[in-house]
Protein backbone atom coordinates (compact mmCIF):
# COMPACT_ATOMS: atom_id res chain seq x y z
CA UNK A 1 0.00 0.00 0.00
CA UNK A 2 0.83 3.88 0.14
CA UNK A 3 1.83 4.10 -3.92
CA UNK A 4 2.31 7.42 -4.88
CA UNK A 5 3.06 7.83 -8.49
CA UNK A 6 4.45 10.63 -10.57
CA UNK A 7 3.85 11.51 -14.58
CA UNK A 8 5.67 12.22 -16.48
CA UNK A 9 9.19 10.49 -15.72
CA UNK A 10 11.12 12.64 -17.80
CA UNK A 11 10.39 15.88 -20.24
CA UNK A 12 12.59 17.63 -22.03
CA UNK A 13 10.76 20.95 -24.01
CA UNK A 14 11.71 24.08 -24.80
CA UNK A 15 12.79 27.15 -22.70
CA UNK A 16 9.79 29.68 -22.08
CA UNK A 17 7.27 26.49 -22.03
CA UNK A 18 5.35 25.63 -19.26
CA UNK A 19 5.33 22.26 -17.84
CA UNK A 20 2.79 20.00 -16.04
CA UNK A 21 3.73 17.16 -13.59
CA UNK A 22 1.38 15.14 -11.80
CA UNK A 23 1.26 13.70 -8.55
CA UNK A 24 -1.48 10.62 -7.54
CA UNK A 25 -1.81 8.78 -4.46
CA UNK A 26 -3.00 5.53 -5.45
CA UNK A 27 -4.39 3.82 -3.10
CA UNK A 28 -5.15 6.46 -0.36
CA UNK A 29 -6.65 9.67 0.16
CA UNK A 30 -3.99 12.30 0.67
CA UNK A 31 -4.77 15.60 2.21
CA UNK A 32 -1.32 17.15 2.00
CA UNK A 33 1.12 16.57 -0.78
CA UNK A 34 4.93 17.55 -0.74
CA UNK A 35 7.41 18.81 -3.80
CA UNK A 36 10.52 18.82 -3.70
CA UNK A 37 13.73 19.55 -5.58
CA UNK A 38 16.66 17.90 -6.23
CA UNK A 39 19.58 19.29 -8.31
CA UNK A 40 22.62 17.07 -9.01
CA UNK A 41 24.57 15.64 -5.95
CA UNK A 42 22.83 17.60 -4.00
CA UNK A 43 19.74 16.67 -1.10
CA UNK A 44 16.28 16.92 -1.50
CA UNK A 45 14.75 20.58 -1.09
CA UNK A 46 11.41 21.27 -0.22
CA UNK A 47 9.56 23.70 -2.17
CA UNK A 48 5.83 24.00 -1.35
CA UNK A 49 3.29 22.03 0.79
CA UNK A 50 0.34 21.31 -1.42
CA UNK A 51 -2.60 21.53 0.72
CA UNK A 52 -6.47 19.97 -0.84
CA UNK A 53 -8.81 22.38 -1.48
CA UNK A 54 -6.92 25.66 -0.25
CA UNK A 55 -3.75 27.44 -1.36
CA UNK A 56 -0.48 25.98 -1.22
CA UNK A 57 2.56 26.76 1.56
CA UNK A 58 6.11 28.14 -0.29
CA UNK A 59 9.28 27.45 1.58
CA UNK A 60 11.07 30.58 1.32
CA UNK A 61 12.80 31.65 -1.57
CA UNK A 62 10.43 29.43 -3.81
CA UNK A 63 8.71 31.77 -6.40
CA UNK A 64 4.74 31.05 -6.03
CA UNK A 65 4.20 32.47 -9.43
CA UNK A 66 6.96 30.05 -11.19
CA UNK A 67 5.59 26.89 -9.14
CA UNK A 68 1.91 26.45 -9.24
CA UNK A 69 0.43 24.27 -7.41
CA UNK A 70 -2.77 22.80 -7.70
CA UNK A 71 -4.40 20.10 -5.28
CA UNK A 72 -7.76 19.79 -6.56
CA UNK A 73 -8.57 16.11 -5.39
CA UNK A 74 -7.89 13.73 -2.47
CA UNK A 75 -5.52 11.71 -4.72
CA UNK A 76 -3.97 14.60 -7.31
CA UNK A 77 -1.70 17.18 -7.12
CA UNK A 78 0.00 18.90 -9.88
CA UNK A 79 3.14 21.40 -10.04
CA UNK A 80 3.12 23.65 -13.26
CA UNK A 81 6.50 25.16 -13.79
CA UNK A 82 6.02 28.25 -15.78
CA UNK A 83 8.24 29.88 -18.28
CA UNK A 84 10.26 27.22 -17.73
CA UNK A 85 14.40 27.88 -18.15
CA UNK A 86 17.36 26.12 -18.25
CA UNK A 87 17.68 26.77 -14.51
CA UNK A 88 14.88 24.85 -13.54
CA UNK A 89 16.27 21.78 -14.97
CA UNK A 90 16.07 19.65 -12.14
CA UNK A 91 14.46 16.06 -10.89
CA UNK A 92 10.91 17.15 -9.04
CA UNK A 93 9.91 14.59 -6.38
CA UNK A 94 6.53 14.60 -4.69
CA UNK A 95 5.11 12.99 -1.61
CA UNK A 96 2.56 11.76 0.42
CA UNK A 97 1.66 10.74 3.61
CA UNK A 98 -1.08 7.96 3.89
CA UNK A 99 -3.81 7.19 7.13
CA UNK A 100 -3.89 9.65 9.42
CA UNK A 101 -2.38 12.26 6.75
CA UNK A 102 0.53 14.65 7.45
CA UNK A 103 -1.10 15.32 10.79
CA UNK A 104 0.23 11.94 12.02
CA UNK A 105 3.51 9.97 12.36
CA UNK A 106 2.66 7.83 9.83
CA UNK A 107 5.47 8.08 6.56
CA UNK A 108 5.58 10.30 4.16
CA UNK A 109 6.03 7.88 1.24
CA UNK A 110 7.10 9.35 -2.65
CA UNK A 111 6.79 9.39 -6.24
CA UNK A 112 9.82 7.83 -8.59
CA UNK A 113 10.26 11.93 -9.59
CA UNK A 114 10.26 13.49 -12.71
CA UNK A 115 13.45 14.41 -13.98
CA UNK A 116 12.90 17.82 -16.09
CA UNK A 117 15.35 19.34 -18.90
CA UNK A 118 14.82 22.56 -20.60
CA UNK A 119 16.65 23.01 -23.61
CA UNK B 1 17.69 23.66 8.26
CA UNK B 2 18.51 19.43 9.14
CA UNK B 3 18.41 18.85 12.39
CA UNK B 4 20.57 15.55 11.98
CA UNK B 5 24.22 15.31 11.52
CA UNK B 6 25.41 11.88 9.54
CA UNK B 7 29.00 10.85 8.44
CA UNK B 8 29.05 11.65 4.32
CA UNK B 9 29.99 8.14 3.25
CA UNK B 10 30.80 4.52 4.37
CA UNK B 11 31.54 1.26 3.04
CA UNK B 12 29.90 -2.27 4.10
CA UNK B 13 30.79 -5.94 2.61
CA UNK B 14 28.62 -7.32 1.28
CA UNK B 15 26.79 -10.03 3.59
CA UNK B 16 27.71 -8.10 6.77
CA UNK B 17 25.93 -5.97 8.80
CA UNK B 18 25.56 -1.73 7.98
CA UNK B 19 25.49 0.56 10.99
CA UNK B 20 24.44 4.03 10.04
CA UNK B 21 24.73 6.25 12.65
CA UNK B 22 22.93 9.59 12.88
CA UNK B 23 23.17 12.46 15.76
CA UNK B 24 20.29 14.29 16.94
CA UNK B 25 21.33 16.34 20.10
CA UNK B 26 18.36 19.13 19.74
CA UNK B 27 15.81 16.89 19.62
CA UNK B 28 12.08 17.52 20.98
CA UNK B 29 10.17 15.07 23.00
CA UNK B 30 7.67 15.47 20.24
CA UNK B 31 10.06 14.48 17.46
CA UNK B 32 10.54 11.37 15.71
CA UNK B 33 13.11 9.84 13.75
CA UNK B 34 13.08 8.76 10.23
CA UNK B 35 15.18 7.01 7.82
CA UNK B 36 14.91 7.30 3.93
CA UNK B 37 16.96 6.33 1.20
CA UNK B 38 17.58 7.22 -1.96
CA UNK B 39 18.93 5.12 -5.00
CA UNK B 40 20.04 7.09 -7.82
CA UNK B 41 18.06 8.70 -9.86
CA UNK B 42 14.36 7.52 -7.98
CA UNK B 43 12.38 8.97 -5.31
CA UNK B 44 13.22 8.14 -1.43
CA UNK B 45 12.50 5.13 0.11
CA UNK B 46 10.76 4.54 3.29
CA UNK B 47 12.26 2.39 5.66
CA UNK B 48 11.88 3.27 9.01
CA UNK B 49 10.72 5.55 11.71
CA UNK B 50 10.63 5.55 15.75
CA UNK B 51 10.59 7.76 19.08
CA UNK B 52 11.96 6.90 21.55
CA UNK B 53 11.87 2.95 21.29
CA UNK B 54 13.56 0.30 19.14
CA UNK B 55 11.94 -0.59 16.25
CA UNK B 56 12.33 -3.86 13.76
CA UNK B 57 10.56 -3.98 10.52
CA UNK B 58 11.58 -6.08 7.13
CA UNK B 59 14.35 -3.67 6.15
CA UNK B 60 16.03 -2.46 9.00
CA UNK B 61 16.14 -1.90 12.62
CA UNK B 62 16.30 1.62 14.57
CA UNK B 63 18.33 1.50 17.51
CA UNK B 64 17.59 4.90 19.17
CA UNK B 65 19.76 5.77 22.68
CA UNK B 66 18.07 6.23 25.88
CA UNK B 67 19.16 10.01 26.10
CA UNK B 68 17.26 10.40 22.09
CA UNK B 69 20.22 12.43 21.25
CA UNK B 70 21.54 9.84 18.30
CA UNK B 71 20.12 7.04 16.46
CA UNK B 72 21.66 3.89 14.70
CA UNK B 73 19.66 2.44 11.22
CA UNK B 74 21.06 -1.42 11.08
CA UNK B 75 20.79 -3.07 7.55
CA UNK B 76 21.38 -6.77 9.31
CA UNK B 77 22.73 -8.65 6.16
CA UNK B 78 23.55 -5.89 3.36
CA UNK B 79 23.19 -6.59 -0.42
CA UNK B 80 24.68 -4.82 -3.48
CA UNK B 81 20.88 -3.31 -3.97
CA UNK B 82 21.55 -1.17 -0.68
CA UNK B 83 24.12 0.74 -2.32
CA UNK B 84 22.14 4.33 -1.48
CA UNK B 85 22.12 8.02 0.48
CA UNK B 86 20.69 7.28 3.28
CA UNK B 87 18.81 9.94 4.91
CA UNK B 88 18.39 10.35 8.65
CA UNK B 89 15.38 13.28 9.46
CA UNK B 90 13.94 14.11 12.64
CA UNK B 91 9.96 15.41 11.87
CA UNK B 92 7.58 16.77 14.32
CA UNK B 93 4.53 15.49 14.51
CA UNK B 94 2.11 17.38 12.23
CA UNK B 95 -0.58 19.41 14.28
CA UNK B 96 -0.81 22.82 16.38
CA UNK B 97 0.46 24.84 13.06
CA UNK B 98 2.70 22.03 11.96
CA UNK B 99 2.56 20.20 8.91
CA UNK B 100 4.89 16.79 9.01
CA UNK B 101 7.21 18.02 6.52
CA UNK B 102 10.79 16.44 6.22
CA UNK B 103 13.59 18.64 5.92
CA UNK B 104 16.21 16.45 4.28
CA UNK B 105 20.36 16.89 5.35
CA UNK B 106 23.13 15.34 3.01
CA UNK B 107 22.61 12.01 4.21
CA UNK B 108 25.32 9.50 4.22
CA UNK B 109 26.24 7.45 1.22
CA UNK B 110 26.63 3.67 1.43
CA UNK B 111 28.70 1.90 -0.87
CA UNK B 112 27.75 -2.19 -0.46
CA UNK B 113 31.44 -3.68 -1.95
CA UNK B 114 31.15 -7.54 -2.94
Known amino acids: GAVVSQHPSWVICKSGTSVKIECRSL??????MFWYRQFPKQSLMLMAT?????????EQGVEKDKFLINHASLTLSTLTVTSAHPEDSSFYIC???????????????FGDGTRLSIL | DAKTTQPPSMDCAEGRAANLPCNHS???????VYWYRQIHSQGPQYIIHGLKNNETNEMASLIITEDRKSSTLILPHATLRDTAVYYCIVRVRGGSGNTGKLIFGQGTTLQVKP
Open chain 2, 26 to 32: TISGNEY
Open chain 1, 95 to 109: SASGTGGALSNQPQH
Open chain 1, 27 to 32: DFQATT
Open chain 1, 50 to 58: SNEGSKATY
